[in-house]
Structures are given as C-alpha cells and as structure tokens.
Nanobody, 129 residues
Framework: QVQLVESGGGSVQSGGSLRLSCAAS????????MAWFRQAPGKEREGVAS???????????SVKGRFTISQDSAQDNVKNMLYLEMNGLKPEDTAMYSC???????????????????WGQGTQVTVSS
C-alpha cells in the first residue's frame, strides 16, 4: 500500500502562484510514476502532469509553460515527495488537485486516471479573477 497526502492548496488571484506538495509513504518501491490530476465541479477529472522514475515529464496542453512537476527521492529511488509548481494561475485552474501513483511499467498514457492505483484525498485550489 502507498499513502498519499497533498498540501499547499489555497486561494490566489489570477496570475498568482502556488506550490502543491504530495507526501508519499508506505510501499513506494512499487510506484513507477506519479502524477497530478484535477477535477472542477461538474467536470471530468483531468490529468495535469506526470513524472516517471527517470524524470520524464508529461503535461496537459492547458498547463504547459505554466506548471512544473518535480519529485524528491530518498535512497535507492524511493519516492517520498511530489510537487507541482503552478505559475500564471487562471480562474479555469480552479479545481481539487490530487496526486496519484502508478505501479504500471508502461509510462504511456500517463495522464489517464485508469493508469493509477493510489490516490490522495486532494487539496483545493481556487483562482479568482
């Protein structure tokens, strides 16, 4: 089992910045890649950004150039922290943001929720105009 706990959400004005964190614990040896997803009220969950064990990243078109995903690894490539640096925030970025961890060996389609086995509870991001 892998436990994920997000933090760092809040309310900002348009153009502002936030940094989300996700603390991973448990059997993190099993995770191959991790990601951030978001879901706004009345909308489907959307993959925002993902990162794999060797640092490859993938971003949704809507956040490219504004968001940066990164991770800290402890010894032997054991992941313990995932981050999402968000700059140039827009009202349409308002959503509940969740981190997720995948045990799949295939990094393809890494922004699809079905790839992920473990999920955090989420942290709310609200951007006002």
């Amino acid at each position: 089992q892998v436990q994920l706990v997000e933090s760092g959400g809040g309310s900002v004005q348009s153009g502002g910045s936030l940094r989300l964190s996700c603390a991973a614990s448990g059997y993190t040896y099993s995770t191959v890649y991790m990601a951030w997803f978001r879901q706004a009220p009345g909308k489907e969950r959307e993959g925002v950004a993902s990162i794999d064990n060797v640092g490859r990243t993938t971003y949704a078109d809507s956040v490219k150039g504004r968001f940066t995903i990164s991770q800290d690894s402890a010894q032997d490539n054991v992941k313990n922290m995932l981050y999402l640096e968000m700059n140039g925030l827009k009202p349409e970025d308002t959503a509940m943001y969740s981190c997720a961890a995948s045990t799949s060996p295939d990094y393809s389609y890494s922004l699809y929720a079905a790839r992920y086995r473990y999920w955090g509870q989420g942290t709310q991001v609200t951007v006002s105009s």
